[in-house]
């Protein structure tokens, strides 16, 4: 695939990428608004690897090109990285809900974040975090144990979603949050949802508008800073430090320039941190779960797998390592599932792309949950089939057919992070339960991340 950023020729037509029409006046707007993986990946199927989408009148248009071969992903997150920020509409609605974290930030504030933040999640800091988790996950088993007897079903999305909240507060804030759980619930799927739909919608209402719509987003947004501020507050004035993240955050100082982190700025990234990695990890595992509940013969290996190598001793690094097939689990799942469904870039610069041209401030996007399932790439794509992710074949494959977590320089510095309490606590469920559920296609949430629609029920029976 050929990819050239520079501006195209002088005489040179440039060439823009096919795209869907859509219906008179706002084109395919209105279809990626109600369903964007399914309007995507349909258009990468009669399209091809590069996408235009564009409608609305006037001032209102809007447009975006979609790449979907993993060369081109490569190129736009990793590469030809400097050929991109976080500019469009999409991270303008997600800075505003969560404010100018590692996430949002871009240019020199994001470099300075990253210098002061990146010690803070390297593989010694993070096997801190495993007695913790472990902690945690034994405590989900109690749970279930007690609904298993009963003969009833649990709801795998509000159980997923009640432990990684856990796990990412305690990480977070060296404190149980389960006092945060009630002012997340609804507020963070709902402000998740208004930030995406508003990002595509080319006749949004302006923020400052006094509407209805956007006093009930202020009051919900203001609700969890302030849960938020207020445990910063208190670990600002411990008089000694923890080895919580916020207590590490306020402890960092910039390598080159000796200076830390204001109150807001420690409030942003533990903002991203609490919001973003517990909803991505709870995603994973609740699909991972899910996706065992009707594979008995995978659910077995897993169960295998955790007798044999956890044992009942206490898990450690090493051992959750040595946990293979569980991670090739999780890892399908995440490639049916991926919690970033959709990842959005602004081009700085032209550039060519197998024959057409993708403009200078142009909204660029590259999507797992369309490239996961790339013919080209996966066979039976829409198949749960662990085997996918035997070391032989990720080592044959397209190192961007697969990218749940991003990649390049912003790739999702929290992967490792998550990898390792999904596996850890897919291991320990497995362990303990069979698991049954519904082979059945399940609705779901597109908001900022990728979560399901609605109860995730299951039936456990204890070991």
Known sequence: MA??????????VAILPPGPKGLPVVGPLLELKNDILGTGYRAMLEFGDVVRFAGGPGKFHREAVAVYHPDAVQYVLASGADNYWKGDDAYYEVRVLLGDGLLTSNGDVWKRQKRMIQPLFTHKTIANYVPMIADEGEQLVARFAGASAGGGTIDLGTEMTRLTLRVVGRAVFGAEVDHMIPVFKDRVPYLSKRAFKRSINPFKVPLEWPTV???????????????VDDLVAKLRARPTGGV????LLLA??????????SDSEVR??????????HETTATSLTFALHLLGFHPEILQRVHDEAVDVLGDSEPTMETIMGLA??????KEAMRLYPAAHTIPRVSINPFEYNGYTIPAGENTVVSPWSTHRHPKFWDDPWSFDPERFTPDKEKARHRYAYFPFGGGPRACIGQYFSMLESVLVTAMVARSFTIKT???KV?????????????????????
């Not at 990819?3 to 040179?12: D, H, L, N, W, Y």
């Not at 919580?244 to 207590?247: A, E």
């Not at 960092?252 to 830390?260: F, I, L, N, Q, V």
Request: aromatic fraction near 6%; proline fraction near 6%.
């Open 244 to 247: 919580d993240l916020v207590s």
């Open 438 to 440: 519904e082979d059945r």
């Open 268 to 277: 942003d990234q533990a903002l991203v941190f609490l919001l973003a990695g």
């Open 443 to 463: 609705p779901l949430f597109t908001g900022i991340t990728l979560r399901p629609e609605g109860r995730m029920p299951a039936q456990l029976a204890r070991r």
């Open 325 to 330: 097939y569980t991670t090739q689990v999780v």
């Open 252 to 261: 960092a100082r910039d390598p080159e320039t000796g200076e830390g982190l």
């Open 3 to 12: 990819i050239e950023s520079q501006v195209p020729a002088t005489g040179k």
């Open 213 to 227: 719509a956007n006093k009930v987003a202020k009051a919900r947004q203001e609700a969890i800073y302030g849960v």
